[in-house]
Structure formats: C-alpha cells, structure tokens
C-alpha cells in the first residue's frame, strides 16, 4: 500500500497540491488507516456543540451571547459577566472531560496534580498554562446553554428546548501565593 502523499506528489504539474492539502490528506488516510485496523482513539461530545460548536474568535469583552443555527437547531451559550464566553480555545475541556467521563465510566473526574491535568491536556507544564486552562474551566463552568429544536409536523410545528450545563462542579487548586485568586467552583 502507498501512502496518500506519495500518489498526489506523483501526479502532473497541473495538479499542484498545497502543503495543507497534503497534510489533510494525510491525516485521512492516517484515520482510515487506524480504523480499519480497528485502533482508533475515539473523543466523545455533547451533541450540541458537535451541531452547532463555539464561537471561532474570541468575543468582545462584554458580549454574553453567543447563538448558532444548524438546521433545525439552535444553541444558545449565554457567558459570565466576569469570565466571558467559552470559544474555540475552550473547546478541549468539554471534549477530554466527556471523552474521560466515558473512559472511566463516572460522571466525577479527578486528577492527582497540575501537571496530570496539564499533560492528560497536551498543554506544556507551568504557571501560564494552567492559568489558560483554569480560564476555560471557569468560562465553561459558568456558562449556561438552551438547546432549541424545531420540527414541522402534518398539524403542527413542535419546538423542544432544554437547558442544561455541562459541568456542575469545578475544584481546582492555586498557588499559596496567589490567595486572592478565586477557585473555579
């Protein structure tokens, strides 16, 4: 077998293939690869923000709403006066969380240390990084969603909300130096 990579460097000139072309291009075939040899690391997400997902560029200070529509669904995230909204940074926690949740099959997750938690991120070790990642705890913590979805029936149209938050409960530790900092719980 030949990988995806060799075959598009093989074809004519008229045919030029980006660097980003050929690195999707191999991360498919990495994908297909790794499924069908049935040695996939699947993630797992809540199904709202797989239709509708988070805000791509951070929101302006002071912006609290952030609506999406994918068909027949619309998310509503409404962020914390002092945290602001989650957006595509943030998009890590929900997906590890939930993709640890099911793992380990408990709704509770527990890591021994910073470094654990950083490391089980992919994030680099230290006092910056943590920071960051706390700010997106406490962004998703705080934010609240509404879910609506809309269907057309023969007699009439059935609109379903829900509302719902993805994490209850956050308890993080800080620094003895940094007393005035505020936990994410």
């Not at 700010?135 to 149209?157: C, P, S, T, V």
């Amino acid at each position: 077998m030949e990988s995806a990579a060799a075959v598009l460097r093989r074809l004519p000139g008229e045919f030029i293939i980006s660097k980003q072309k050929l690195r999707q291009a191999e991360a498919v075939e990495c994908v297909r690869l790794k499924r069908d040899s049935a040695n996939q690391s699947l993630g797992f997400a809540a199904r709202p923000f797989v239709l509708c997902g988070l805000p791509i560029k951070q929101p302006a200070n002071g912006v609290l709403l952030h609506e999406r529509r994918n068909g027949q669904f619309l998310l509503q995230v409404t962020g914390h006066p002092t945290y602001g909204l989650p957006w595509v940074q943030d998009r890590l926690v929900p997906l590890f969380l939930a993709t640890l949740a099911v793992r380990q099959q408990r709704r509770t997750i527990t890591f021994p240390s910073a470094f654990e938690m950083l490391d089980t991120f992919g994030m680099q070790q230290g006092g910056s990084q943590y920071r960051r990642l706390i700010g997106a705890f406490q962004r998703h913590l705080r934010r609240h969603h509404i879910l609506r979805f809309r269907m057309q029936l023969e007699k009439a149209a059935v609109v379903h909300h829900a509302r719902f938050n993805f994490m209850s409960e956050a308890r993080t530790c800080y620094s003895r130096e940094s007393r005035s900092a505020e936990p994410a719980g």
